[in-house]
């Protein structure tokens, strides 16, 4: 039991590293209606705002434009695979859901986030 006399712990709150989120980037969304699903970062606006995709309902023809303090860094593609981000518009939306299921099945991802679009 806590006297007066002891001083009441501070609650940490967690502070947001914010990294630069660059093409080839595996994000989640935190915040919004599309809260926990799992996109593809294909540019990078300047440093508030990224393009994101999942190729299916956020295609490459129409990115979703996001905020970086709504989303969760995962992890990023390949070398090889980020080659392919070079330019966006040749991006094919069957690839970016490949990349995002290869993701899923490498990595321990809540499957409720993980596409099951194959």
């Known amino acids: 039991m806590a006297t007066g006399g002891e001083q009441a712990q501070e609650m940490e709150v967690p502070t947001l590293v914010l990294e630069v989120l660059s093409p080839g980037s595996i994000v989640q969304s935190v915040a919004g209606r599309d809260s926990g699903n799992l996109y593809l970062v294909i540019a990078q606006l300047d440093d508030r705002f990224v393009l994101i995709v999942d190729g299916q309902t956020r295609r490459v023809a129409n990115p979703k434009k996001k905020n970086i303090k709504h989303l969760k860094l995962l992890g990023s593609l390949e070398k090889e695979q980020c080659s392919v981000l070079s330019d966006p518009k040749k991006i094919a939306d069957a690839a970016i859901r490949q990349f995002l299921q290869a993701f ?10 993980c596409p099951n679009r194959m």
Do not use: L, N
Not at 104 to 113: G, L, Q, T
């Open 104 to 113: 899923c099945e490498k990595k321990e991802v809540d499957a409720s986030a």
